[in-house]
C-alpha cells in the first residue's frame, strides 16, 4: 500500500512540473510557434469524413451526451454514492477548467477553427473533462471485481476515447495542441489528489462493514 502510494505522488509531482512548464511557455507566448507548426500540420489531413467522425467524437463531451451517460451510469450502478462522486468529479473538473482559462485568457487559433467555440483556449475543457470523466471510470473500473483481462480491455477503450476526443479538439482546430496536452496533464494531477481523498470513504469504509 505504502508503495501504490509512493508511486502516485511520484506521478503528481512529475505531472505538475510538466504542467506548469507548458503553462510557463503559453503565458511568455513561448509555445505559439510550435503550436501552430502542429496545427498547420494536422490541417492537411482534414477531408470530410475525418470532421465528421472528429465532429461526432469531440461530442461525446457535450453536455447532453454526459448527461445521457451519468443517467445510464446512475440506474445501472448499486452503489450511489458512487454516482455522488462521478458528479462531483465532473463539476470539480468544470471549475478548475473555468479558473484556469480566467487566468490564462488564451485566444483559440480562430482561423483554423471548423466549428464555432466560445471562450478562452487553455487549457481545453474537453480535454480535462475527458480526462477526469473517464478517468474516473477507469478508476472505477480497478475497483471491481471482475477479471483482470477485462479491467484492461475497458480500461484501454476508455483511454483510447480519451484520446480520440483530445485530439478532436485539435483536428477541428478549436484548441492549440498546448491547450490539450496540458489539459489532460492537469486533469491527470487533479484526478491523482480526488481519487486520493475519496478512495479510503467509498471502497475501504465499505469493505469494512
Not at 22 to 45: E, H
Not at 107 to 126: C, N, Q, T, V
Not at 137 to 160: G, M, P, R, V
Request: aromatic share 16%.
Amino acid at each position: 500500500m505504502k508503495k501504490k502510494l509512493k508511486q502516485k505522488w511520484i506521478w503528481l509531482i512529475t505531472l505538475s512540473i510538466i504542467s506548469i512548464l507548458i503553462a510557463s511557455l503559453v503565458l511568455l507566448k513561448r509555445a505559439d510557434p510550435f503550436d501552430i507548426i502542429i496545427t498547420k500540420n494536422v490541417s492537411l489531413i482534414r477531408n470530410d469524413v475525418l470532421t465528421i467522425i472528429f465532429k461526432v467524437i469531440t461530442n461525446l463531451i457535450h453536455p447532453i451526451t454526459v448527461v445521457l451517460i451519468l443517467v445510464i451510469f446512475a440506474i445501472w450502478v448499486r452503489n450511489k454514492k458512487i454516482v455522488f462522486y462521478t458528479l462531483w468529479n465532473l463539476v470539480n473538473a468544470l471549475l478548475i477548467n473555468g479558473l484556469l482559462k480566467v487566468i490564462f485568457t488564451r485566444e483559440r487559433p480562430l482561423e483554423y477553427m471548423l466549428i464555432d467555440e466560445k471562450g478562452y483556449s487553455f487549457p481545453s475543457a474537453h480535454s480535462m473533462v475527458a480526462v477526469a470523466f473517464f478517468g474516473f471510470f477507469i478508476y472505477q473500473i480497478w475497483h471491481t471485481k471482475i477479471k483482470k483481462e477485462f479491467k484492461y480491455l475497458y480500461s484501454i477503450l476508455l483511454l483510447i476515447v480519451i484520446i480520440a476526443i483530445c485530439f478532436s479538439r485539435i483536428y477541428l482546430g478549436v484548441h492549440y495542441f498546448t491547450d490539450v496536452f496540458a489539459g489532460a496533464i492537469i486533469s491527470c494531477c487533479y484526478l491523482i489528489l480526488f481519487t486520493n481523498y475519496i478512495e479510503d470513504y467509498i471502497y475501504k469504509k465499505r469493505s469494512r462493514k
